[in-house]
Nanobody, 122 residues
Framework: QVQLVESGGGLVQAGGSLKLSCAAS????????MGWFRQAPGKEREFVSS????????RYADSVKGRFTISRDNAKNTVYLQMNSLKPEDTAVYYC???????????????WGQGTQVTISS
């Protein structure tokens, strides 16, 4: 069992930055790949980024590539999402999730946090 708690969301102006954190409970955090997803009002949840268990491999949605950076600290049981050059279209609830494999599809993720709101004003 893995419990995930996101933090770091907020309201920023377009062009600004935010860093999301996701703290995990349990001793097996380092055995899970981690992902960030987001869901805007009226839209389906979409993949943002993922990182493998060791932090050696990462993936990004085309819409955030070059602006967002995912990282993890297994000693702290935490995964991060650094978001730069934010755009109004990045506004969404951001969720972190854990999976046994290095996946893009949300269906493959076993554990989810409660989400943190990110709002970008124009």
């Amino acid at each position: 069992q893995v419990q995930l708690v996101e933090s770091g969301g907020g309201l920023v102006q377009a062009g600004g930055s935010l860093k999301l954190s996701c703290a995990a409970s349990g001793r097996t955090f380092s055995s899970y790949a981690m992902g960030w997803f987001r869901q805007a009002p009226g839209k389906e949840r979409e993949f943002v980024s993922s990182i493998n268990w060791a932090g050696a491999s990462t993936r990004y949605a085309d819409s955030v590539k070059g602006r967002f950076t995912i990282s993890r600290d297994n000693a702290k049981n935490t995964v991060y999402l650094q978001m730069n050059s934010l755009k109004p279209e990045d506004t969404a609830v951001y969720y972190c999730a854990a999976a046994k494999g290095f996946y893009v599809s949300s269906r493959e993720y076993d554990y989810w946090g409660q989400g943190t709101q990110v709002t970008i004003s124009s």
